[in-house]
């Protein structure tokens, strides 16, 4: 086992999230282990790798009891064993309406501003409240919260501090919410918008990717709970405590990703993808994405078209390829993004493609980690166009990939990673689908001295706030905010 540095000294760490870090699938040969998509657990494993403590995530697969101890713990990662991982069962119906139901077809659309997706429902709203109050038994049922600290993720729990914060008043609860939130006067579509607010208020620090997110956040608390809101020091006053509000963009393990990039394993990888999939044409243009219609898929998919139709040089010449992961499908509107995607992608190749060349490589198959590497590497340009997007970590870990001949990012304006990475990158708006399919030209185009000028900013900035860089910040705060508490307790 590896030996980990508990960040708290004696306040064991508790990290809460509804997405386990691995999940355990049976299949033929007994039971394998696979890595959930999405940017949170691939961020915050290799963070609890190094710190220790207790994952509390909801056990998904149907492997996952069975490699679990009686506690319901399992040691991760499976490699090199660092830190124990708890899983949480929940029920069918707790699954369709907690998870389907409030946290993806209320809070999800919601925090990305587009309140027309949402669906509120009675028993969405009952099952929600109920599995936080499963997860805060599970975490009772692991440490005694005064003792720990206990750090929630996402959006799945806003109401689990509250829950704690009764029960143990002096616990130290922090919450890091990994997607945008919303202008007040778009927070204010959600029928339970006190209730809300009040949960994550009894956390004792509430980080977010982005000043702007902090400020909305502020401007919520304050108009709806008529908070105490300094919005110099995002410190909130409310109920008779205090909670600090601050922005802490996530990172990745750049120096991870450089490394499998340009490593034998992603060679070898390169080449039996090169076997699976027609990826010969002289450009590569890549989008790796989970199907969600927050993604802006389609625009991408439209300004490619376009490329193709008014500039017919580029025919034969580029080939996109769409990494995708099938997501949250029993959703409506995400069958809906999935049903679209293929079916354009589908038309856009009968339209341009010839028995030499593919125009759009379609990719749904779980890959590797050296086969994901490979492929950001050798794509020449990196295509990122969410229509809103708590931070984007795909766009990092494109970055932190191009090891040899540097490629281009091309990144939407309306994602947290454009931050920090909207000065080297060529920004575009999705919307705009002119300058859009411009944007995909001039990267295509641009010449060498100014691609590796970018792509040492970017480089620079991704290696710089890394997942590392995150983890200190936030713990420095965490541990900033802990003594104030333990100076006045004892004052
Ligand atoms: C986003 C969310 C995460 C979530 C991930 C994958 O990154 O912020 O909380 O885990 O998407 O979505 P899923 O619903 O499969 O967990």
């Not at 001039?442 to 060498?448: N, P, Y």
Request: glycine share 6%; net charge negative.
């Amino acid at each position: 086992a590896v030996s980990a540095t508990p960040p708290f000294g004696d306040r064991e760490l508790v990290l809460v999230s509804n997405r386990e870090p691995y999940v355990h699938e049976r299949d033929d040969d007994g039971i394998s282990v696979a890595r959930p998509a999405g940017g949170l657990t691939s961020a915050l494993d290799p963070m609890m790798a190094s710190t220790g403590g207790t994952w509390v995530a909801w056990g998904s697969g149907d492997g996952d009891e069975e490699m679990s101890d009686e506690n319901g713990c399992v040691r991760v990662p499976p490699e090199s064993p660092s830190y124990e991982l708890k899983r949480v069962a929940l029920s069918e119906e707790q699954v369709t309406n907690y998870y389907y139901g409030y946290s993806n077809q209320v809070l999800w659309p919601l925090c990305h501003s587009d309140i027309a997706k949402m669906t509120p429902k009675p028993e969405f709203w009952r099952h929600y409240r109920e599995a936080n109050e499963r997860f805060a038994d599970a975490i009772r049922e692991r440490v005694d919260p005064s003792e720990a600290v206990v750090w929630f993720q996402d959006y799945h729990f806003a109401l689990a501090p509250r829950l704690i914060r009764e029960s143990a008043p002096d616990a130290f609860c922090m919450q890091f919410w990994h997607i945008p939130w919303p202008s007040w006067d778009v927070f204010r579509s959600c029928p339970e918008h006190d209730e809300l607010l009040d949960g994550l208020l009894a956390n004792d620090l509430l980080g977010f990717h982005t000043d702007r997110y902090c400020r909305n956040f502020l401007d919520c608390a304050s108009k709806a709970l008529g908070a105490d809101v300094n919005r110099e020091t995002g410190v909130i006053r409310y109920d008779g405590r205090t909670v600090r509000v601050e922005s802490f963009p996530l990172g990745i393990d750049a120096v991870e990703r450089r490394r499998l990039a340009g490593s034998a394993e992603a060679d070898e990888a390169w080449e039996s993808l090169r076997d699976a999939y027609p990826l010969g044409a002289e450009r590569l243009a890549l989008g790796v994405d989970r199907l969600d219609y927050t993604k802006g898929i389609e625009q991408r998919l439209t300004a490619l078209e376009r490329l193709w139709e008014e500039r017919p040089e580029w025919r034969g010449r580029v080939t996109y390829v769409q990494k995708a992961s099938e997501s949250r499908s029993r959703i409506n509107d995400y069958q809906r993004v999935q049903a679209t995607v293929t079916g354009e992608i589908e038309r856009i190749n009968e339209r341009f493609g010839t028995d030499a060349w593919r125009p759009i490589v379609y990719i749904d198959d779980r890959l590797s980690t050296a086969e994901l590497a490979a492929l950001y590497r050798e794509a020449d340009v990196g295509l990122v166009s969410s229509l809103r997007d708590g931070m984007n970590l795909v766009a990092k870990e494109f970055v932190a990939s191009q090891v040899d001949d540097p490629g281009v990012l091309v990144l939407s304006e309306l994602v947290g990673a454009h931050e920090e990475l909207g000065e080297a990158a060529m920004t575009v708006h999705p919307n705009d689908a002119e300058a859009f399919t411009d944007g995909i030209e001039r990267a295509l185009t641009m010449d060498r001295p100014e691609r590796s000028n970018r792509m040492t900013q970017l480089q620079a900035e991704v290696e710089e706030n890394d997942i590392e860089a995150w983890k200190n910040d936030v713990l420095r705060h965490a541990g900033e905010v802990l003594n104030r508490k333990r100076r006045a307790d004892r004052d």
